[in-house]
């Protein structure tokens, strides 16, 4: 199943928690949840994120699931080489994983 084959609520193949990023909000005129979901890759300690986000939104015909995003949450500061290599394979590797079929 592609990402953008998924149901509302349903958890994508790339995440590795079962449940949603927080707790759901509800669909005031479906009463169905909405949730996102997520996944990181940077290591700790460092001054920018990069994840794998899907979230359910609301449409003028009810809930939809949304598609896979990659967010990237700028460095903070200047990046040595090493950082600014680590940041960049963090990127591609999030790429790559959005992509990859279960």
């Known amino acids: 199943m592609s990402n953008d084959e998924r149901t ?3 958890r994508p193949f790339w995440c590795l928690d079962e449940q949603p990023v927080d707790p759901p909000m509800t669909c005031t005129r479906t009463g169905a949840d909405i949730v ?4 990181y890759f940077a290591p700790k300690g460092v ?7 899907a ?14 995003v990659v967010r990237i949450f700028d460095p903070e500061q200047d990046l040595t080489p090493d950082e600014a290599e680590a940041f960049a394979l963090a990127i591609i590797e999030a790429a ?3 992509h990859q079929r279960p």
């Open 36 to 39: 996102e979901w997520s996944r």
């Open 96 to 98: 790559k994983t959005a």
């Open 55 to 68: 979230e359910d939104r609301l449409s003028l015909d009810g809930l939809d699931a949304g598609p896979t």
């Open 47 to 53: 001054t920018w994120e990069v994840g794998l986000f």
């Open 8 to 10: 509302p609520g349903q």
